[in-house]
């Protein structure tokens, strides 16, 4: 149980354009949604935290109109880069927490890998 | 701010020996949750074990154990019979009431055959 899914793994994107990435737990009801970004052999970063029906709070530095985050419903939540520069090439994870849960735990998904041409 | 350090960049060890990673962190919350987490090659990250802060009794999960001392602010991982499988980077977590979790730098963990 508590698998998150994240698609596409691999997305390649030319410059200017933008790319949307899914997170999706298969099977539970997540009400906290988490983006990470981890850059080669570099720690994951946290970007926004996102909760069900209400706006994504990012983390200082992240721009909120760059990285576009959408929590539509208990088990998806999305992530768009808008006008991706090859800088936003990089892993993203996303990671979900169960609804009832008492432990905090976060589950994660297998990550995207996002190359900007 | 709560603050994850691993002072580990790199480590190795062979089969079938026992391996110790370092944690230490930097809160003034009294209580919390503690994890660690496995990172292979394909970079699923995986919960390897679990601490709360609470819980005087350290944790263990068959080969995998931890040393918790709370008033030293360090949690270390015990590896014990190291597996090839075990070839991966582990980071060590953070996490207070409900908030988000926040992660060390990292430790490259290589189990030579």
């Known amino acids: 149980g508590a698998v998150v899914s994240q698609h596409p793994s691999r997305v390649i994107c030319k410059s200017g354009t933008s790319v949307k990435i899914e997170c999706r737990s298969l099977?539970?009801?997540?009400?906290?949604m988490f983006w990470y970004r981890q850059f080669p052999k570099q720690s994951l970063m946290l970007m926004a935290t996102?909760?069900?029906?209400?706006?994504?709070?990012?983390e200082q530095g992240v721009e909120k109109d760059k990285f576009l985050i959408n929590h539509a419903s208990l088990t998806l939540s999305t992530l768009t880069v808008t006008s991706a520069h090859p800088e936003d090439s990089s892993f993203y994870i996303c990671?979900?927490?169960?609804?009832?849960?008492?432990?905090?735990?976060?589950?994660f998904g297998p990550g995207t890998r996002l190359t900007v041409t | 701010a709560q603050t994850v350090t691993q002072s580990q960049p790199e480590m190795s060890v062979q089969e079938a020996e026992t391996v110790t990673l370092s944690c230490t962190y930097d809160t003034s919350e009294n209580n919390y949750y503690l994890f660690w987490y496995k990172q292979p090659p394909s970079r699923q990250m995986i919960l390897v074990i679990r601490q709360e802060a609470y819980k005087q009794q350290n944790a263990t999960e068959n080969r995998f154990s931890v040393n918790f001392q709370k008033a030293a602010k360090s949690f270390s991982l015990k590896i014990s019979d190291s597996q090839l499988g075990d070839t991966a980077m582990y980071f060590c977590?953070?996490?207070?009431?409900?908030?988000?979790?926040?992660f060390g730098a990292g430790t490259r963990l290589t189990v030579k055959p």
């Open positions: 977590a953070f996490m207070y009431n409900n908030n988000d979790m926040r």
């Open positions: 099977d539970f009801q997540a009400t906290t």
């Open positions: 990671s979900a927490r169960l609804r009832e849960q008492v432990s905090y735990e976060q589950y």
């Open positions: 996102s909760n069900e029906g209400s706006k994504a709070t990012y």
